[in-house]
């Protein structure tokens, strides 16, 4: 049974590859082969597969979505199964495959450890991806194809590597061939990712899809017989296709427009491809626009031009929306023979026209500037965040007043574009109008916008603007602009703190300053200053300061300062710069989780300024929040989250209280352990027939946490599940 699955595959794959090789290759294929099956033994795949099918399937994978023109792509696809086998044969085997074959080799065995499935180790897999696009795109082609054939048969893995694989397959895979134009690739691995992450949606669909099939097929034909009709009559050669959407781009669809599956207007789209000589292909493609839209009345917003401006990835295609017959919308896709290869075939196809077409410059700047940062010898945490604007967002082309077209990242705000137009531009800025209405600064920019810049001279950029621009040069100039700004305060402050030293009858000098420094805790002079101007210390606090003879001893503390150093116990010392946003922010202050209340990415939260650590991070709920707002309201700073990258953990407590089922331990146990955090601690007693237990754990968010609740709730014989102020 296996050798005649065996030999179907390899039947298969010289049917296939006779196509797009010389027939001199061929041969080749079959001395892969013959090595392949005498070095592979019995050796098994995640699936239970043989290795020899499994290579055969890929092979056969690579040779339908890639359609690659060199016999090295194949021979490596075959042979990398068994590189640490033949790898001490190198000599011998570059003089049968070549050198090619074998740097194909030796960048999948890079990359082999990516067969990890745990989530923890997505960034390192991610990371040694990247590391082996240096060396040769092939590589991460052949990487892609395989991962399609394990998605293709992840019913006969194991269960516990189901989840891991298809998330892994969404969240890496999807959006790397999507980067490098692989969209049937892509659509496929994103499909295969929803049915098992999400297998109840995936189903809804998929029988739905599989219900209006026949009314669909009908509803095209009567569309395109006219379109079908005009196109003949007028010379041109072409084909018509028509394409279903995805079942995940459906199910994004329909949570983004929050609609039933029944609702949602474009779930496919029609592929109008047409012959033509490269210098005619705009004027011919806008020919056949025309004639679409003398048919059916387009929808003006949703005409997409990927033809002058093609995409980063190379993708060109004019994209227009129309009413078809009985007023529904039809999405149409106009495109020549060249540029639907590309579409199809991705990076591969790009490279066989290249030199033809001055749009792939795009291309070849993101691959250049991968290359930049993979030759970095600074690969700290901030790798993979340097390189994932690149990859998993497309760009938006916005123009300016003049007609200048800017290409920023997607997501990008009015504010980004001003400060990508100059930084006086970006400093000053108030809002803009964009195709002519008013819009503010915080406004998310879309493909072919028209963007004027509205600026004031008493604008000033504030710590707030960090939280929604994403470029990094719009961050670096707020930055710049901030401690720009935080410099004139100080020269503020002191002026202040000088003419009231005068006016106490107090001698200004070095003595002074280093004492105000010291009771405060601030590094520098200038800290001092910049406090004072901001108001948020008080002067009269520090009249008393320099006024009093000496400091209570401790027996002497008040019941105000007792309660007040409750507020300062231990913290768990964090950096906010990228995640916290505090109004105000002042460099030389640290930044700490209050450990009275245990903050939790997504609480509620204020800044207190401390008399001697710095800015504590509290709840608003807080046990001792009414007591330092009202005590010390000078001292309050607005904080709030952001998203940002490299958020850590969050300790936090929670107590359980119920009747001793038996196991219930366990189940909290198992609970916890569904989520992949960390337990700290879990103390517990029964007593009398009744569970009481305190645990202690790391979690990601609010969201967690709260989900993690719920669940406990549900457990059997828990009756109280409870968050719990402060730690031990």
Known sequence: MISRQIYSRYRKLLNSVRKILPEKDIPLIRKAIDILSESCNDRTIITGESVIIHALDVANTVVKEINPSSISVITGTLLHYIYDKIKTKRTELIKIFGNSTFTILEGL???????????????????????????????????LAERLVIMQGLDKVPEKEKLPLASETYFLFAPLAHRLGLYNLKSELEDLAVKYLEPEQYNYIYEKLKKTASSRNKFIKEFTAPIKEKLLNLGFRFTIKSRTKSIHSILTKMRKQGVDFDEVYDIFAVRIIIESNLENEKSDCWKVYSIVTDLYQPNPSRLRDWISIPKSNGYESLHTTVVGPGGKWVEVQIRTVRMDEIAEKGLAAHYKYKGLKEGESGLDQWLARMREILDSTDRDESFIDQIRPGLYSDEVF???????????????????????IHTEIGRTCVGAKVNGKNVTIKYVLNNGDHVSVLTSRSQKPSHDWLSFVVTQKAKAKIKQALNEEKNQKAI??????????????????????????????????????????????????????????????????????????????????????DYLVIDEKVEGLDYSLAKCCNPVFGDRIFGFVTVSEGIRIHRTSCPNAQYMLTRYPYRYVAAKWTQGKDIPNFRTSLKITGIAEIGIVNKIADIISDYKITIRSFNYNMNEGMFEGLLQIMVPNND???????KILLIKGVLKAVRVEGSD
């Open 492 to 577: 503020e402050g002191k002026e202040i703190l000088m003419r009231r030293l005068k006016n106490w009858k107090i001698t200004y000098g070095d003595t002074i300053i280093s004492k105000l420094q010291s009771y405060y805790q601030l590094k520098t002079a200038q800290d001092l200053y910049y406090l004072i101007a901001l108001e948020k210390i008080n002067l009269l606090e520090i009249k008393d300061i320099l006024t009093k003879p000496e400091v209570k001893n401790k027996e002497e503390k008040t019941v105000s300062d007792v309660k007040h150093e409750s507020v300062k116990e231990d913290s768990l010392n964090v950096s906010f710069t």
């Open 704 to 710: 967690v946490l709260q989900s993690i609740i719920k």
């Open 109 to 143: 065995s890079k990359i082999s450890s990516i067969e990890s499935t745990q989530t923890s180790y997505q960034s390192e897999s991610f990371r040694k991806l990247l590391l082996s696009l240096a060396d040769d795109l092939r590589v991460i082609l052949i990487k």
């Open 398 to 420: 916005v123009f300016t007043p003049k007609g200048e077209l800017r290409q920023l990242p997607a997501g990008a705000t009015v504010l980004d574009f001003a400060f990508d």
